[in-house]
């Protein structure tokens, strides 16, 4: 389906009106017969209510409203927080009808309904009639769920993901007709807020609500499949007037709930060393932007400049977690500065559990944010090799293999829908130890080795000392260095290219000798000596695959994309972040164009594939070489034992 704007056709209030009556009508009073109580066990309710062990179905009467006004404890007001939960459960309500009267009027179900009443339905119609009410009543329900979760999973997020309370699950679904869906729905949800025995605050109240709802969806979801005649509903989309919510068939983005982790803030400009990484961490803000929230789409990524899995590695204490803090602050201002919503998702501590199946449960449970195409996810993975351990390594645990495996196939498979607006990061000390699945997936890498410079270091040392400089200017009796200006070596690089100049044969002996092998045959400026030197390092190193080539593939695209935007696009977003995606996408082609203007292809090629086959030796062979030096430095140990030893034995004789 289009994504396109003018491909959604509008919910405005005056359609909304019409069931404004109804949906009071539920919140104030719902009737039901329920069969066995999900709630017999519970000693009482917040009103006291306690259900007797032996009982017939009989209807019951419950109050959304009443309820509320417990749980605000007035017999008046309502408090704020439950005011909000029932006037979004109103809306939701409207918006469920009304979807549901749309899809009974264009479906052909409002004649069948007419001819029915008239006796008039043959046997094929009888059938038509009963799956089209059934699916009219599935379209009400999950639109009335979907709003509902959308809007109250964004509210008072910190708060209510503090509230442990146990759900046991949506008790029944009745689809037999909309009147009996709505009635259905709310009555349970009523009796979950004032039956439970866990509803007690304003916050339980909000939580309830929100994992009831979720649970209709789940339900929805799991039967979708059995719905007939749905084309009217979902070959066609709907946007809330004055709302960003929109409804696109049985689809249901309702990760927003996760509550952004807080941050340290650091500027780029206080890190030192490390410009591949600064220069990277700048480059993805910016495309981050380019982010178009009405299309789903980010004109960058579509044209190759956004990887979506990125790793940099190093040995520790050189900057990764500063890097981390770095890209985050800077995505926030700019999120800030643009008006697109932000998300700091980085990957918990507590995601391997000691229980079958609970890791890959939370695994997924992280992973749902990242599909959230309201806002700008970041999410970073610091000392990545606890999580994404290497599957082939002896003692890895269940809890690893199950986030590795919920890993891989959220970020390259049938599922793993990429919209351009979120990019995880791995960081490690360590990268020979990650899964050799989740390494291959990784399309850009960057080396972070702090200081690395007599600048550097100058520079490390003044970011330290200018704090007691600026309590006391004489206490600082050092002098400065005559021929250097502190920090000015850490300014951002231009183009990536400043760094990459002398990158024109691998540095890795092991693929250095492939690479004068094939160079002495074939010419880095033809397109053969490429096809060569891949085929022959998987000829020695089999490890290599073509989805290491994709890589290289991607290192290039980015390359190719490495230009500065104008600076007054940031000064007045409306210049180009502002705009529509096609204006984007054409003005980054004019960059794009410009930029290659002066560049060589077969320069850029040459280098990212040095890089990357570098890198990737360095990783491979990082575990054998650490066990050889252990052995030579044990073997250089015992040979100075042996000569203290001999010392020692000439001292006695």
């Not at 590695?313 to 800077?330: D, N």
């Not at 449960?361 to 959230?372: A, G, H, N, Q, S």
Request: with cysteine; net charge neutral.
């Amino acid at each position: 389906m289009s994504t396109d704007t003018s491909s959604y056709l509008p919910i405005d209030e005056i359609q909304l009106g019409k069931f404004t009556e109804k949906a009071n009508y539920l919140l104030t009073r719902v009737k039901w017969s329920p069969g066995a109580s999900l709630f017999e066990k519970k000693e009482k309710s917040i009103s006291k209510w306690r259900e007797s062990s032996v009982r017939q179905a009989v209807t019951e009467e419950l109050s959304l409203i009443k309820i509320a006004k417990i749980i605000s404890n007035d017999p008046l007001l309502l408090t704020e927080s439950v005011n909000h939960v029932l006037t979004v459960l109103r809306q939701g309500l409207r918006i469920g009808m009304h979807m549901s009267a749309l899809y009974t009027k264009f479906s052909g179900l409002e004649s069948l309904a007419a001819l029915n009443a008239k006796r008039g339905l043959s046997e094929s119609q009888k059938t038509e009639f009963r799956e089209k009410y059934r699916t009219a009543s599935a379209v009400g329900v999950f639109a009335s769920a979907y709003h509902v979760v959308w809007e109250i999973c964004k509210y008072r997020t910190e708060d209510v993901s503090s509230v442990t309370i146990r759900f046991e699950g949506v008790p029944e679904m009745n689809l037999t007709s909309p009147v009996r869906a709505f009635d259905c729905m709310i009555y349970y949800c009523a009796a979950y807020l004032e039956k439970s025995g866990v509803v007690h605050t304003e916050l339980d109240f909000i939580k309830m609500t929100l994992l009831y709802f979720e649970g209709i969806i789940d339900e929805i979801k799991n039967r979708e499949t059995s719905f007939k005649y749905c084309e009217t509903f979902t070959e066609k989309s709907y946007k809330l007037v004055g709302s960003d919510f929109c409804i696109t068939g049985f689809e249901a983005m309702t990760e927003a709930h996760a509550a952004g982790v807080e941050f340290n803030r650091v500027e780029l400009s206080h890190i030192v060393g490390n410009r591949d990484a600064k220069h990277k961490a700048r480059r993805l803000a910016e495309r981050l932007l380019c982010y178009d929230k009405e299309t789903k789409r980010n004109p960058m990524h579509d044209l190759g400049g956004l990887p979506f899995l990125r790793m940099g590695h190093g040995e520790p204490g050189t900057g990764k977690s500063l890097q981390i803090s770095a890209t985050a602050t800077m995505l926030h201002d700019l999120c800030e500065l643009i008006g697109l919503p932000f998300l700091f998702w980085p990957m918990p501590d507590n995601l391997i559990s000691t229980f079958q199946g609970g890791s890959g449960e939370r695994t997924i449970e992280w992973m749902k944010p990242l599909r959230d195409s309201g806002k700008i996810v970041y999410a970073p993975v610091d000392d990545a090799e606890n999580n994404l351990e290497d599957r082939t390594r002896q003692g890895v645990s269940a809890g690893v293999r199950e986030v590795v495996s919920v890993f891989l196939r959220n970020t390259e498979g049938a599922y793993a829908v990429n919209h351009g607006n979120s990019v995880i990061e791995l960081f490690t000390n360590l990268p020979e130890q990650l899964d050799k699945a989740v390494l291959s997936r990784i399309m850009d890498r960057f080396y972070i080795g702090g200081a690395m410079t007599r600048e550097d270091f100058l520079d490390q040392d003044f970011l330290w000392w200018k704090r007691f400089k600026a309590i006391d200017p004489d206490f600082i009796n050092l002098t400065d260095p005559k021929d250097y200006k502190f920090l000015s070596r850490q300014k951002l690089t231009k183009s990536i290219s400043q760094i990459y100049e002398s990158l024109d044969k691998p540095s890795e002996e092991r693929i250095r000798g492939v690479f004068d092998k094939v160079s002495r045959k074939y010419n880095p400026t033809e397109h053969d000596f490429f096809a060569h030197f891949f085929y022959a390092v998987k000829q020695e190193y089999p490890f290599f695959t073509s989805r290491d080539v994709r890589n290289i593939q991607a290192a290039v695209n980015e390359r190719i994309m490495d230009f500065d935007f104008d600076p007054q696009w940031l000064d007045d977003p409306a210049m180009f972040f502002l705009k529509d995606y096609d204006s984007k996408k054409q003005m980054i082609l004019e960059l794009m164009k410009e930029n290659m203007k002066g560049l060589s292809f077969a320069e850029i090629r040459l280098q990212e594939t040095v890089r990357y086959l570098d890198s990737l030796s360095k990783i491979v062979f990082a575990e054998e070489d650490r066990k050889l030096n252990e052995m030579v430095s044990q073997m250089l140990l015992q040979e100075k034992a042996m000569r203290r030893v001999n010392k020692k034995l000439k001292i006695e004789n």
